[in-house]
């Protein structure tokens, strides 16, 4: 198996378990009795896309790290090759990261008592709020450059990645607020619909991201190991990871 098709095959794996995950909290939602028991209610809450420390929660923890892990990976090898656009791999690497500790312990839900402590003492109004829209801007910023800099198929990974991390995240936001305000439409059904798909997009936009920093490594094997460089630097900055043969001697072989 080649290395594009292996990869293809983890991606694919990956959105299958995430749909799989999205269809069985969609069942478990329509199916759950008004009467039902604690148990069958806790059941039901382990595989809720929207409940914390539940299934889907790791899951998408995983995938948000396993894009972080991606990025500060295309970030060394950028650096090492001496281009431009380093640190936007490690900016982007770092927001994954705290997407990733936030859907696992929803930190956005913990920090509103401490935005509302600061906006007490500094009177203005929702600090907490201000700093996720800035930060949110300068990551976009990161991998808007980034999407100008690498090849045509890096950049339409990280455009349409971006594009269902960032509007799933929206949409589902907005959805929340619609439900909280009594909107027609967006209670029962209409709401478990509503997240489950939101959830899907953010797992699919995870992958697509990852995938977009890995497709700017090229991996060759040769008998003095694994040599690992960014498409665009050519030979002058590789990383290598020996893998020297065996000695005979030192398997107890004669020589």
């Known amino acids: 198996m080649t290395r594009s098709a292996g990869s293809l095959a983890v991606a694919a794996s990956a959105m299958g378990i995430s749909i799989a995950l999205t269809a069985t909290s969609m069942i478990g939602a329509a199916l759950l009795p008004e009467t039902a028991s604690q148990g069958q209610r806790e059941l039901q809450r382990y595989f809720d896309v929207t409940a914390e420390s539940s299934l889907p929660a790791w899951w998408m923890t995983s995938l948000l790290l396993a894009a972080a892990l991606a990025h500060a990976s295309a970030g060394f090898i950028t650096r090492l090759g001496r281009l431009r656009g380093a640190w936007c791999w490690v900016l982007g690497a770092a927001g994954f990261a705290v997407l990733s500790a936030n859907e696992h312990a929803l930190l956005a839900q913990r920090l509103e008592t401490l935005g509302a402590a600061l906006a007490a003492v500094t009177g203005f109004p929702r600090p907490v ?7 949110g801007l300068l990551m976009a910023t990161a991998l808007a450059l980034l999407a100008y800099r690498e090849r045509r198929r890096t950049r339409w990974l990280l455009a349409a990645g971006a594009i269902l991390l960032a509007g799933s995240t929206a949409a589902g936001a907005l959805t929340q607020n619609l439900v ?3 909107a027609t439409g967006f209670a029962g059904a209409g709401s478990v619909l509503a997240d489950n798909a ?8 995870a992958l697509l991201l990852a995938a977009a920093a890995m497709s700017t490594m090229s991996v060759t094997r040769s008998r003095e190991g694994v040599r690992v460089c960014h498409r665009r630097a050519g030979p ?7 893998v020297p043969a065996a000695d005979p001697r030192e398997e107890g072989v004669p020589a």
């Open 129 to 135: 709020l201000a700093a996720a829209v800035a930060a």
């Open 180 to 182: 909280a305000g009594g």
């Open 198 to 205: 939101g959830w899907l997009g953010r797992a699919a936009g």
């Open 236 to 242: 002058r900055a590789i990383v290598t990871a020996s």
